[in-house]
């Protein structure tokens, strides 16, 4: 191909995919501007409560497995 056809193409193509890239931050979690964005699921009030919910619940979980580990393991589990 020419190169008076070649370079202007590569050139609009680069600058296509620049604007797209700075139109596209949602994929990294965060908005994207305006027209074009959205607020991300994860960062809505009811997502938000529901994995604090989620997270406080596997908290206890967890704590309470550790007690009963600890529990077991003591000088009474040793005797029997």
Same mark, same amino acid.
């Given at each position: 191909? $020419?190169?008076?056809?070649?370079l202007? $193409?590569?050139?609009?193509a680069?600058?296509?995919?620049?604007? $797209?890239?700075?139109?596209?931050? =949602?994929?990294?979690?965060?908005?994207?501007?305006?027209?074009?964005?959205?607020?991300?699921?994860?960062?809505?009030? +009811?997502?938000?409560?529901t994995?604090?919910? +989620?997270?406080?619940?596997?908290?206890?979980? =967890?704590? +309470?497995? !550790?007690? !009963?580990? !600890?529990?077991?393991?003591?000088?009474?589990? !040793?005797?029997?």
């Amino acid at each position: 191909m $020419l190169d008076r056809l070649t370079l202007p $193409l590569i050139v609009a193509a680069a600058a296509a995919v620049t604007l $797209l890239a700075m139109q596209w931050p =949602q994929g990294y979690g965060a908005r994207s501007i305006a027209p074009f964005g959205h607020i991300p699921v994860q960062q809505t009030p +009811e997502m938000k409560a529901t994995m604090k919910l +989620e997270y406080d619940q596997a908290m206890r979980r =967890q704590a +309470e497995a !550790a007690k !009963a580990i !600890a529990g077991t393991s003591g000088p009474a589990a !040793a005797a029997q």
